[in-house]
């Protein structure tokens, strides 16, 4: 499980390297949702109905539609096709698809481990995190590099702040902020991503991962004013249509909780079978 997570935070990473952007990264992501089900049919032997399969292409669909609706008109893809470093893109595609593939074998083993170990979550946390950090040694040079281009941007400045948090902020470089900033928002994620793989499916997870990718990008638009089209709303709708029907999906494919107590109760309160002893006639002579 560790050489897995391992594997999907440095495939993801290294593929920035290889000019690939965040829009198209985040579509590549999406496609998480459709790993995850072919990887639980041919792995572990799922079998998904009809409609789930729908709603997961629906999914899927609609992410995909409306971060291509974010970008624009694709300028950057355009550029990407006449750029000559298209060898680079190729291989960064090859590293993201390796690392979506592995994220939904990862996303099936943690199911099945809480299934046969129990819901301890916090500790798959804790354990996935801490034996991954050694692993990290192998990359020493590169962090290190990242570490002193990070320590040369601008300090962080505000006038109307009182004088010693003024002092305070000018201590670090503004990128040190929005690091620890990051690693707050990430311990969040992790940590209600670790939470909800211990209570459903790695396929309901990947629907609501998705969902949240989508959340992501409107609140992107809002927030630097840029122009609702009709691709984006178009995406949006797909998007939340498909959460509905596998929403509705999993509901009428699990029993009722309350047949579940009552046959449990049942059970309980079932009376032990009494076995009747033969009476012996003594005969009196």
């Not at 993201?96 to 129990?118: D, H, I, M, S």
């Not at 601008?154 to 929005?178: D, E, K, N, Q, R």
């Not at 699990?254 to 449990?264: D, L, Y």
Request: hydrophobic share 45%; with cysteine.
């Amino acid at each position: 499980m560790v050489a897995l997570y391992f594997g999907v935070s440095v495939l993801n990473n290294l593929a920035f390297g290889f000019q690939v952007s965040m829009p198209l990264h985040i579509v590549f992501r999406s496609s998480g949702l459709i790993a995850n089900m072919v990887c639980g049919y041919f792995v572990m032997r799922k079998r998904y109905p009809m409609t789930q399969i729908v709603s997961v292409v629906l999914v899927t669909v609609g992410v995909v539609i409306a971060t291509f609706a974010s970008i624009g008109q694709t300028a950057e893809i355009e550029h990407l096709q006449n750029d000559d470093s298209r060898h680079e893109s190729f291989i960064g595609i090859v590293l993201l698809t390796c690392g979506v593939v592995l994220a939904a074998l990862l996303g099936l083993y943690q199911e099945n481990t809480y299934k046969k170990y129990g819901k301890h979550w916090k500790e798959g946390l804790f354990y996935n995190h801490a034996l991954a950090l050694p692993m990290f040694l192998f990359f020493w040079k590169d962090i290190r590099n990242q570490a002193i281009a990070i320590s040369q941007a601008s300090p962080m400045y505000a006038s109307p702040t009182p004088g010693f948090i003024s002092g305070l902020l000018v201590l670090l470089p503004t990128l040190w902020y929005s690091l620890g900033i990051n690693v707050v928002s990430q311990l969040a994620c992790a940590t209600g991503v670790h939470r909800m793989t211990s209570m459903s499916s790695s396929l309901s997870l990947n629907v609501v991962l998705n969902l949240r990718k989508l959340v992501s990008l409107i609140l992107s638009v809002l927030l630097f004013r840029n122009p609702i089209t009709l691709q984006m709303a178009f995406g949006c709708m797909l998007v939340f249509l498909g959460t509905f029907a596998y929403t509705r999906a999993s509901q009428k494919s699990q029993p009722p909780v309350n047949a579940k107590k009552n046959s449990a109760a049942n059970r309980r309160t079932r009376p032990a079978k009494t076995v009747a002893k033969p009476e012996h006639s003594h005969k009196i002579d």
